[in-house]
């Protein structure tokens, strides 16, 4: 089957980092993609990977091991507007088309 | 720049009442989806469509239809409400672009809260 874990929350402190972390298992793997949803908001695009390694976007960064189906999204010098979820959504191919997996989330509080 | 826009943003109906849920984008995206957020199970895909006139089924398509005779719009028919179809709705698209084609990150419209009474 296809399964996404990702903690349900997570806090940490302005100015500190913060790794959120995903798992998955899916077959047909075509890329992973993280957003970031604001309470009450949609989500919106932050970073994506395809290729094992390091993607880097200012302050945050994404990791993946196609391996060990493994990510996970750094967030440096954490800012009061960071907290949020962020969602960890796996692209498989299956069924004929590319359809996207997202996990349930990881509620971050980031605290003065 | 409107971009994704969907409509009403806010919706309570009663159980059995057939609603329509509305989508639309203004970049001539050529693939458009429908998800519901609920608590606990992330975002699961209704339908999506490819291009005008091209829909298929995604994960938890049982109770709803979905039409798409013009590009830009992208509507969601829940024929028969059921309480269980309380949730957030929302509408995304996407084209691919970048290395072979593979990359298309979902522009997300602001959401429907759907309330079946």
């Known amino acids: 089957g296809q399964n996404i874990d990702q903690p349900t929350e997570m806090t940490a402190t302005e100015g500190a980092i913060v790794q959120i972390n995903c798992t998955y298992q899916?077959?047909?793997?075509?890329?992973l993609f993280w957003y970031q949803q604001h309470a009450g908001e949609a989500p919106t695009f932050l970073s994506y990977n395809v290729l094992d390694g390091l993607e880097e976007k200012g302050r945050f960064s994404s990791f993946l091991s196609r391996s060990k189906g493994y990510s996970y999204l750094l967030l440096k010098e954490l800012q009061m507007k960071d907290s949020a979820s962020y969602l960890c959504?796996?692209?498989?191919?299956?069924?004929?088309?590319?359809?996207?997996?997202f996990g349930a989330g990881t509620r971050l509080a980031v605290h003065p | 720049d409107a971009g994704i826009t969907q409509s009403p943003r806010y919706k309570i109906t009663e159980t059995g009442r057939q609603v329509t849920l509305m989508c639309h984008q203004t970049?001539?995206?050529?693939?458009m989806f429908w998800y519901r957020q609920d608590l606990g199970h992330g975002l699961r895909l209704i339908y999506y469509s490819a291009a005008a006139d091209i829909t298929d089924k995604g994960e938890v398509p049982d109770g709803y239809v979905v039409s798409r005779s013009k590009t830009e719009n992208f509507p969601l028919t829940l024929e028969s409400a059921t309480r269980s179809q309380t949730s957030v709705y929302f509408c995304?698209?996407?084209?691919?672009?970048?290395?072979?084609?593979?990359?298309?990150?979902?522009?997300f419209g602001p959401g429907t809260r759907l309330t079946v009474t």
């Open positions: 995304a698209s996407s084209e691919p672009r970048g290395r072979q084609g593979l990359t298309y990150e979902q522009y």
């Open positions: 899916t077959s047909g793997f075509n890329g």
């Open positions: 970049w001539s995206h050529s693939y």
């Open positions: 959504a796996v692209r498989s191919f299956s069924g004929g088309y590319n359809k996207l997996i």
